[in-house]
């Protein structure tokens, strides 16, 4: 809006008091409201939406974060009109592909989706009648959800969590809040995610747990076991922020004075289920 004021554009509130039929198409981008029958037919050629997935996969409001998270290759944008009271089902008028980078984050990628959305639905214009001629439905395979973002998805599930599956929800997440889990019953966000660690443990009969944490002088990084092998952490928040040597000196040195993972009950990141992004992620699977 204080964009539309600065430029001398029109402002119309929602809901519409009037819409009258000059108009010949509208278009919505991210708007999270459903359009009722009486008010698409005031326009001749529909109200067009620009989705930024490819659509029937990752219908709703977050997409870009289920395509990081889910480990998609692939995305897109879709330009589709919009169906009375539903979201994101409607008939297909354009579409177009887009590689996901190696290691791009939720934020990187919708960037280069906002561009991409945007020279696609000039192109739409501009071959509207074409593009209604010959829309096509949407197919019934293939289709899944993508709800919001919430701070539940934030919590650590270490002994579901594989290492890539925590990296992917750190880029997915990551630009619009911590990761999260628990120590000592108090609320730990963990900050500047390092990816997958090395980890060489001095009793090899000893196999750690998910959740334990040592501190790895040499790149000063705390290491935290999970599924399938240890992702590492340069720093923490938990009153205040906190290197992964001062919460070494803090917290860990006894049982790092021993050359072995933390596997007391102090000594371990405890996860907390329930909404968190490895149930996300099983949900989804099961569509």
């Known amino acids: 809006m204080k964009f539309a004021q600065k430029n001398h554009l029109p402002v119309h509130r929602w809901p519409p008091d009037n819409v009258d039929e000059r108009f ?10 459903l359009l009722h029958e009486r008010l698409i ?13 490819l659509l029937p ?3 709703g409001p977050a997409p870009i974060f289920h395509t990081i998270l889910h480990g998609d290759t692939v995305t897109g944008v879709t330009i589709m009109q919009i169906r009375p009271l539903r979201f994101d089902v409607g008939p297909i008028l354009n579409q ?39 829309k096509r439905e949407q ?13 539940s998805m934030s919590w650590m599930v270490w002994e579901e969590q594989t290492c890539d599956q925590i990296h992917r929800l750190y880029r997915a997440i ?27 443990l001095s009793d090899q009969n000893r196999k750690p747990v998910p ?4 501190y790895q002088k040499e790149s000063n990084t705390l290491a935290v076991c999970c599924k ?23 917290y860990l040195h006894q049982s790092l004075q021993r050359k072995e993972p933390c596997q007391t009950v102090e000594g371990l990141f405890v996860s907390r289920k329930g909404g968190n992004a490895a149930h996300q992620m099983r949900e989804n699977s099961a569509l």
Not at 46 to 53: A, D, E, T
Not at 211 to 214: A, K
Request: aromatic content about 8%.
């Open 211 to 214: 959740g334990s944490v040592t």
């Open 174 to 200: 990551g630009s619009r809040m911590h990761l999260r889990t628990v120590w000592m019953g108090r609320t730990i966000r963990l900050l500047e995610f390092v990816g997958k660690c090395h980890i060489s």
């Open 228 to 250: 399938d092998g240890w992702v590492g952490f340069k720093a923490v928040l938990l009153k205040k922020r906190l290197t992964a040597a001062d919460f070494y000196n803090g």
């Open 139 to 151: 197919e019934k395979t293939g289709a899944t959800f993508a709800p919001k973002i919430n701070t």
């Open 41 to 53: 037919n005031k326009f001749p050629y529909g109200i067009l939406n620009v989705h930024p997935s």
């Open 57 to 59: 996969r990752w219908r």
């Open 24 to 33: 010949d198409v509208g278009v919505v981008v991210s708007f999270g409201c």
């Open 96 to 134: 177009e592909l887009h590689q996901v980078p190696v290691d791009c984050t939720a934020e990187e990628l919708g960037a280069a989706l906002a561009t991409k959305g945007a020279h696609l639905l000039i192109n739409t214009l501009m071959t509207l009648s074409e593009r209604i001629a010959h």
